[in-house]
T-cell receptor, first 110, second 109 residues
Framework: DAGITQSPRYKITETGRQVTLMCHQT?????MFWYRQDLGHGLRLIYY???????DKGEVPDGYVVSRSKTENFPLTLESATRSQTSVYFC?????????FGPGTRLTVL | GEDVEQSLFLSVREGDSSVINCTYT??????LYWYKQEPGAGLQLLTY?????DMKQDQRLTVLLNKKDKHLSLRIADTQTGDSAIYFC?????????FGKGTRLHILP
């Protein structure tokens, strides 16, 4: 099915572990984004990518790494998870007019 | 820098109209958006307006844009219990979209 998907939908991990959140879109949109959503902060941009092999930092990039080897995939890696990274993570892609969101990944870091 | 502000809460009686307001800072924004987020779900695009428009209507939804004041509003006519959600205002700035913190709409019986 066409659209934007994220996996896993739920993840529990421990402090210090590496975690990778996956994002896949079938539209061949050039732009892709990662946000985190926390109570009181709304949506905050972590990283975004204008095309394959082009990535840029957003508002809160520290502790995260992204890659974009293929247009359709935009994985987000937490290299050493911390409790402050407990959040809901949304991936999005953009066509000329509009941004479309994935269903989100709820990550808990113990 | 660019910023989008909106009130955090709104309570409306079922059947009344809801008006959710938003202000933004970048006059060069090309698109302005309203997204809806229901509990436990992702953001769903409700509607958007191009910056050269003043108004857009789509069934129960009316978007008004005042470019001079950088003010955007979303009116929901005949508010229903299914409209209970968080509504995000957003502006397109360069190659990014900047979101407000969201307005939680609570429907009173």
């Amino acid at each position: 099915d066409a659209g934007i998907t994220q996996s896993p939908r739920y993840k529990i991990t421990e402090t210090g572990r590496q975690v990778t959140l996956m994002c896949h879109q079938t539209w061949s949109h050039s732009y892709m984004f990662w946000y985190r959503q926390d109570l009181g902060h709304g949506l905050r941009l972590i990283y975004y990518s204008a095309a394959a092999d082009i990535t840029d930092k957003g508002e809160v990039p520290d502790g995260y790494v992204v890659s974009r080897s293929k247009t359709e995939n935009f994985p987000l890696t937490l290299e050493s998870a911390t409790r402050s990274q407990t959040s809901v993570y949304f991936c999005a892609s953009t066509d000329q007019d509009t941004q479309y969101f994935g269903p989100g990944t709820r990550l808990t870091v113990l | 820098g660019e910023d989008v502000e909106q009130s955090l809460f709104l309570s409306v009686r079922e059947g009344d109209s809801s008006v959710i307001n938003c202000t933004y800072t970048d006059s060069s924004s090309t698109y302005l958006y309203w997204y809806k987020q229901e509990p436990g779900a992702g953001l769903q695009l409700l509607t958007y307006i191009f910056s050269n428009m003043d108004m857009k209507q789509d069934q129960r939804l009316t978007v008004l844009l005042n470019k001079k004041d950088k003010h955007l509003s979303l009116r929901i006519a005949d508010t229903q219990t299914g409209d209970s959600a968080i509504y995000f205002c957003a502006e397109r700035w360069s190659d990014k979209i900047i979101f407000g913190k969201g307005t939680r709409l609570h429907i009173l019986p």
